[in-house]
């Protein structure tokens, strides 16, 4: 059975960068798509990253775009979510997700994900 294990939070001012991990076992990574999600205290899980498993293809969110690079590492089988220029706002819990997602329009929805790590905390504090 798959597992996920995410790693690489901590606390960060802002302006600062951390790079997520997601180590998969159990099973090989290659045939999912990949989804990073966060849910900050009080709000609802949003998507912020995912990554295709056939030809890599990525979407962002739109508060995430440019600062946010998600990848992928098959032959090791983990994932990785680096975060540049972190605000405040990006404080949460971050978790990753794998999935056959079948239509664009689900990309972010939570719903279509199987398989979920426990999540590692970012906090962007001064």
């Known amino acids: 059975q798959l597992q996920l294990v995410e790693s690489g939070g901590g606390v960060v001012q802002p302006g600062g960068s951390l790079r997520l991990s997601c180590a998969a076992s159990g099973a090989t990574l290659d045939s999912y798509d990949i989804g990073w999600f966060r849910q900050a205290p009080g709000k609802e899980r949003e998507g912020v990253s995912f990554i295709r498993s056939r030809g890599g293809s990525t979407k962002y969110v739109d508060s995430v775009k440019g600062r946010f690079t998600i990848s992928r590492d098959n032959a090791k089988n983990t994932a990785h979510l680096q975060m540049n220029s972190l605000k405040p706002e990006d404080t949460a819990v971050y978790y990753c997700?794998?999935?056959?997602?079948?239509?664009?329009?689900?990309?972010?929805?939570?719903?279509?994900?199987?398989?979920w790590g426990l999540g590692t905390q970012v906090t962007v504090s001064s």
């Open positions: 997700a794998v999935a056959h997602i079948y239509s664009n329009q689900g990309i972010f929805d939570s719903r279509l994900y199987a398989s």
